[in-house]
C-alpha cells in the first residue's frame, strides 16, 4: 500500500481550511463541508467550506464594494507594483510550503516540483511579470480623422468585478494566471478553487493577503461546481468570467455569460500533435513526448501532446525509446522523492480513462504497453499505468478526446501536407510541436498548424508568453500584454479644444 498522506498534513499544516470573503477566513455559513480523498490512497485527509449562493453573494457583494468604492482599483501604480512583488517573493520563501500542499491537493510528487513549469518560481514569475504592467497599461492618442484642435484618446480602465473558477491539475499556476493579470489591472476578484485541489490556493490567498492586499480585493470561495461555482458565474454584480477547465463548463460559462453580458475569457482542453520528422533527433522527440504525457502530472496536463505524428520511417525508433520511457515512471506517495508521477484525480476519471484505453483496443489500436490499472501497493490509489498505442488513426476515439490520463497514440504519416491534415483534424488547437532540424520545414508546419502555441523541437512554457487555444481550445489569452488587457475596458476621450468645435 502506498504509504499515508496523513503524516505530511499533520508537518505541513493546512491552516484552518476556511475560506476568504470580505477580509475574514470563515467556514460555510450552513457548516457544510467537503471532504478531501487524496488520490494516492483514497483515504479522507482534510475538510474545508462548501460554499453557498448565500456565502457567494457576500463574497461578490464584497469584491464590489472594494471595486467600487474601495481604494485599489484608485492605487497609484507604485503601490500596486510593490504589493505584486512582495506576492512574487512571498510565493519564492513559501515554495516549498506551496508545492507540499499541492501534493495534498492532487498528489503531484515533489519531485516534479523543480520542473521550471510547475515551479513555485513559476508561480512567482507571474506575479512579477503582471507586476510589470502595471504601469504600462496605455491607451493611444490619435491623430483628429477630420482635422482641427481636439484630442482622441483611450484609457485602459479594470473590468470590475471577476468571477474565476480553476481546475485542479495545476492549482497553483492556474489560479496565479488569473489572479496577478486582474490584481495588477486593479480588479477586485471572487476566485473559486477546484474541489480536488483547494489548500494550495488557500494558503497561496494568505500569502496574497499578507502582501497588503486590501480586504474585500480577493476573495476565495470552495466548494463544487455546484452550487459554489454554479453561484459564481451567474451573479449578476460579476463583470467579467475567468474559467480554466473543461469544454463541457466552460459552455455553461459562456451561457451564464449572456445575462448581463459578461466577459468572458476561457482556457479549455486539447488534443495537440507532436510532429515528428525522419530528420530530426528521434530520441528526444519520444522521450519528450512520452516524458510529458506520463511524467508528473501524468497526462493530466491542458497542453499535454497526447497525438505523436510520426514520419513512417522512424516510427519504430520512437516506439521503442517512448516504450522505455514509460517503464521509467514510478509511482507511489508523492512525498517520496522517488516518485516521478501522481495518480489519476479521482475514480471517475480513472474509469473514464480506462474505458477510452477500452476503445482503443477495440477500435483497433495496438497497445504497445500500459494500459491496466496500478495493481498491488497501488491498488487504493487512482494509478493507470503509462499507455503506449501504435497504429492509431486520427478518427479512432483515443485520438479525437482529450483522455487527460497517460496515454499516448502514435499515428503515422507520410510527408508535410498529410501530417498538416491530420494535426488540424481536431475541435480543439492549443498547442503542438515539431520535431526536425530543416528550418525551413519548421516554419512551413508552425504556419500551417492551427494552434496557440507551436515549440519547435521542444516546448517551454514562459510567463510573458501568451497562451491560449484556437477552436474550442478557448477563447482569450494568458499571458503577456493580452491577458492584462483582457481585464481592462478600454475607454475613447474626446477632448475638442477650439471654441468652434465645442
Ligand atoms: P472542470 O471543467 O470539470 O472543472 C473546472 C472548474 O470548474 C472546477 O473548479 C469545478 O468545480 C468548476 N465547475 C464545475 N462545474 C461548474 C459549474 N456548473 N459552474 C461553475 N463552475 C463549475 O475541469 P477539471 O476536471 O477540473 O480540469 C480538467 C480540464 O481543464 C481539462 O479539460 C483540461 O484540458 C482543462 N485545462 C485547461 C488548461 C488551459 O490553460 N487551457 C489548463 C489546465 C486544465
Redesign the pocket.
Known amino acids: 500500500m502506498v504509504a499515508s498522506i496523513k503524516p505530511h498534513r499533520d508537518e505541513i499544516g493546512l491552516g484552518d481550511g476556511l475560506m476568504l470573503i470580505d477580509g475574514t477566513w470563515t467556514a460555510a455559513r450552513d457548516g457544510q463541508t467537503w471532504d478531501h480523498r487524496h488520490p494516492a490512497t483514497g483515504e479522507e485527509v482534510a475538510s474545508f467550506p462548501v460554499a453557498a449562493a448565500g456565502d457567494v453573494d457576500l463574497a461578490v457583494r464584497a469584491a464590489r464594494r472594494a471595486f467600487d468604492d474601495g481604494p485599489w482599483p484608485r492605487a497609484r501604480a507604485s503601490d500596486r507594483i510593490r504589493v505584486l512583488r512582495r506576492v512574487a517573493d512571498l510565493v519564492r520563501s513559501h515554495g516549498d510550503e506551496l508545492l507540499k500542499l499541492q501534493a495534498l491537493d492532487n498528489s503531484v510528487p515533489l519531485s516534479f516540483g523543480s520542473v521550471y513549469a510547475t515551479s513555485a518560481a513559476f508561480v512567482a514569475d507571474v506575479f512579477d511579470h503582471h507586476a510589470g504592467w502595471v504601469d504600462k497599461l496605455a491607451g493611444e492618442t490619435l491623430p483628429p480623422y477630420q482635422g482641427g484642435d481636439h484630442l482622441v484618446m483611450t484609457l485602459r480602465e479594470p473590468v470590475g468585478v471577476v468571477g474565476a473558477?480553476?481546475?485542479?491539475?495545476?492549482p497553483l499556476l492556474?489560479a496565479a494566471?488569473k489572479l496577478a493579470p486582474a490584481l495588477a489591472a486593479g480588479c477586485t476578484v471572487v476566485l473559486?478553487?477546484?474541489?480536488?485541489a483547494t489548500f494550495a490556493v488557500l494558503r497561496l490567498a494568505r500569502l496574497i493577503e499578507e502582501a497588503g492586499l486590501p480586504p474585500g480585493v480577493l476573495n476565495i470561495v470552495t466548494g463544487?461546481?455546484?452550487p459554489?461555482?454554479?453561484a459564481?458565474?451567474h451573479h449578476p454584480m460579476v463583470n467579467k468570467l475567468s474559467?480554466?477547465?473543461?469544454?463541457?463548463?466552460?459552455r455553461?460559462?459562456v451561457e451564464?455569460s449572456a445575462d448581463g453580458f459578461k466577459r468572458v475569457s476561457l482556457?479549455?482542453?486539447?488534443k495537440s500533435p507532436a510532429l515528428v520528422f525522419a530528420d530530426a533527433d528521434v530520441g528526444s522527440a519520444a522521450a519528450i513526448t512520452m516524458g510529458t504525457v506520463t511524467l508528473g502530472l501524468s497526462g493530466?496536463?491542458?497542453?499535454a501532446q497526447t497525438r505523436a505524428l510520426v514520419q513512417r520511417d522512424v516510427a519504430d525508433e520512437f516506439l521503442a525509446m517512448a516504450e522505455m520511457i514509460g517503464g521509467m515512471v514510478s509511482y507511489g506517495n508523492p512525498f517520496d522523492p522517488a516518485v516521478t508521477s501522481s495518480p489519476l484525480?479521482n475514480t471517475r476519471?480513472m474509469d473514464r480513462v480506462l474505458g477510452l484505453i477500452a476503445r482503443g483496443q477495440a477500435e483497433g489500436a495496438r497497445l504497445v504497453c500500459g494500459g491496466t490499472r496500478g495493481e498491488g501497493d497501488l491498488a487504493e490509489g487512482n494509478f493507470v499505468t503509462p499507455t503506449l498505442f501504435t497504429d492509431v488513426s486520427n478518427d479512432m476515439s483515443i485520438a479525437r478526446e482529450?483522455i487527460?490520463g497517460p496515454v499516448l497514440s502514435v499515428i503515422p504519416f507520410g510527408d508535410e501536407e498529410e501530417a498538416v491534415r491530420i494535426a488540424n483534424d481536431t475541435e480543439y488547437g492549443?498547442a503542438a510541436t515539431v520535431w526536425t532540424n530543416d528550418i525551413k520545414r519548421a516554419m512551413r508546419m508552425t504556419k500551417a498548424i492551427r494552434a496557440g502555441t507551436v515549440g519547435i523541437n521542444g516546448y517551454q512554457l514562459e510567463p510573458h508568453a501568451a497562451?491560449?487555444?484556437y477552436r474550442q481550445?478557448?477563447l482569450g489569452r494568458?499571458g503577456g500584454r493580452p491577458a492584462i488587457e483582457s481585464y481592462t475596458e478600454l475607454k475613447t476621450v474626446l477632448l475638442p479644444f477650439t471654441e468652434e468645435m465645442m
Open positions: 473558477v480553476v481546475p485542479w491539475n495545476a492556474l494566471q473559486k478553487p477546484s474541489e480536488y463544487p461546481g455546484d459554489t461555482g454554479d459564481l458565474i474559467f480554466t477547465g473543461s469544454r463541457a463548463v466552460g455553461k460559462i451564464a482556457e479549455l482542453g486539447g493530466q496536463v491542458c497542453l484525480i476519471q482529450e487527460f492549443l497562451f491560449g487555444g481550445s478557448g494568458e
